[in-house]
Structures are given as structure tokens and as C-alpha cells.
T-cell receptor, first 114, second 113 residues
Framework: DTAVSQTPKYLVTQMGNDKSIKCEQNLGHDTMYWYKQDSKKFLKIMFS???????INETVPNRFSPKSPDKAHLNLHINSLELGDSAVYFC?????????????FGQGTRLTVV | AQSVTQLDSHVSVSEGTPVLLRCNYS??????LFWYVQHPNKGLQLLLK??????LVKGINGFEAEFKKSETSFHLTKPSAHMSDAAEYFCVVSHNAGNMLTFGGGTRLMVKP
């Protein structure tokens, strides 16, 4: 069983489109995250939700809207896609959001905007 | 504010020789530190974590790291490299507010036969 699963794994789309990436975790965790990895492999947090409530929003354009229908899901919707949105997006989860808590990552979604 | 610097973007070793991946951090708090590994086209897997207990931390696959507060370092080592260790390695510091992970730039480990 995959602990943190993202769909789709690959996504190729045109500029201006709207797309969603789904994330589900079956670990019973209460905190979920989205991270973006750019072409130079640099990883940066985008959002964090705890018990469906937004707790971190790191200066991400408002074209990106996370949605957490329940604790096990954190989906990422992106409007009006731009070339610069091309990256690998990782979902993660943890039990609690204290600093010493291990985060479990999904396999990533490679988004390519053409 | 906190930051992480991985001192080498690429490290190349021969199979069976020791591995050293260097990491320095800065943090306003007593830090929680992690090493994650990313194999090609895979997600991130936790290797080990330091959370203010023992300064020498043992992880999976024979890796270990030593926390040195005086040097603000958390270097990753392994006595003998295996071909399967070839991957990207990330040193990470956690911010207490929301467990926000700050990643280093990554070190690509290459293992030669």
C-alpha cells in the first residue's frame, strides 16, 4: 500500500489551462503539505494544512489554490498555468506539525507547461 | 530565519570507499535536522533525523550523521559506498512553526564501480 499517493504522476498541459493534482495519504496523519521542486532540484514548501486548516502559505501566487476536503486529502488546483509552473510537485504528510516530526513524501507529479 | 547549505553539489566515490556529504545549517532555534534521499524519478525517503538526543544519529542503509553544534554542521557519512547509494541527498532543517522543512540545495552522489 502506498502511504502518500499523488495523481497524476506526469502532467503535460498548455499555458493558460487549469489543472489539479490530487494527493491522498493512508497513514492517519493530520498534517499535509505541498512542496515544489524546480529544475535545479531545489525544494521549497508551498502550503501546509493541519486538520484541514491552512497553517503555512509561503508567498505562492493566488493562481495556486489548495483544497483539503478531509484530513486524508490535500489537492492542488492551479489556474492559468504559466511556463514557470513547470516543476515536480511533492505532497507530504506528518502526524502533527512539530519540528521533529518526520514527513512522508509522495512520488511527485512532474508538471510540464508548454 | 533558518537556512541549509550543502557544500558539494556533486560527490563521486568508488564502490566500497567511504562517503561524506557535507551540510551546514543556521537556525534561531535548537534545530531538528534530517537527511532525505531521492532516487531518480522517485519520491523522498527519510534516511535519518536528529532531534536533540544523541549527537551521532544512525539511519537506514548504513548511513549516519553527527550533529556538531559548535560547527553548525550535520554531515552524512557511510563507511562503504554501494552502487545503490547513487542518488540525490538533501539536508533539511525543520522550523518549529508548522514543521516547515527548509531544504539544502542537494548533493548528487555518484558511485563508480
Amino acid at each position: 500500500d502506498t502511504a502518500v499517493s499523488q495523481t497524476p504522476k506526469y502532467l503535460v498541459t498548455q499555458m493558460g489551462n487549469d489543472k489539479s493534482i490530487k494527493c491522498e495519504q493512508n497513514l492517519g496523519h493530520d498534517t499535509m503539505y505541498w512542496y515544489k521542486q524546480d529544475s535545479k532540484k531545489f525544494l521549497k514548501i508551498m502550503f501546509s494544512y493541519n486538520n484541514k486548516e491552512l497553517i503555512i502559505n509561503e508567498t505562492v501566487p493566488n493562481r495556486f489554490s489548495p483544497k483539503s476536503p478531509d484530513k486524508a486529502h490535500l489537492n492542488l488546483h492551479i489556474n492559468s498555468l504559466e511556463l514557470g509552473d513547470s516543476a515536480v510537485y511533492f505532497c507530504a504528510s506528518s502526524q502533527g506539525h512539530r519540528a521533529n516530526t518526520e514527513a512522508f513524501f509522495g512520488q511527485g507529479t512532474r508538471l510540464t507547461v508548454v | 530565519a533558518q537556512s541549509v547549505t550543502q557544500l558539494d553539489s556533486h560527490v563521486s566515490v568508488s564502490e566500497g570507499t567511504p562517503v561524506l556529504l557535507r551540510c551546514n545549517y543556521s537556525s534561531s532555534y535548537s534545530p531538528s535536522l534530517f537527511w532525505y534521499v531521492q532516487h531518480p524519478n522517485k519520491g523522498l525517503q527519510l534516511l535519518l533525523k536528529y532531534t536533540s538526543a544523541a549527537t551521532l544519529v544512525k539511519g537506514i542503509n548504513g548511513f549516519e550523521a553527527e550533529f556538531k553544534k559548535s560547527e553548525t554542521s550535520f554531515h552524512l557519512t557511510k563507511p562503504s559506498a554501494h552502487m545503490s547509494d547513487a542518488a540525490e541527498y538533501f539536508c533539511v532543517v525543520s522550523h518549529n512553526a508548522g514543521n516547515m522543512l527548509t531544504f539544502g540545495g542537494g548533493t548528487r552522489l555518484m558511485v563508480k564501480p
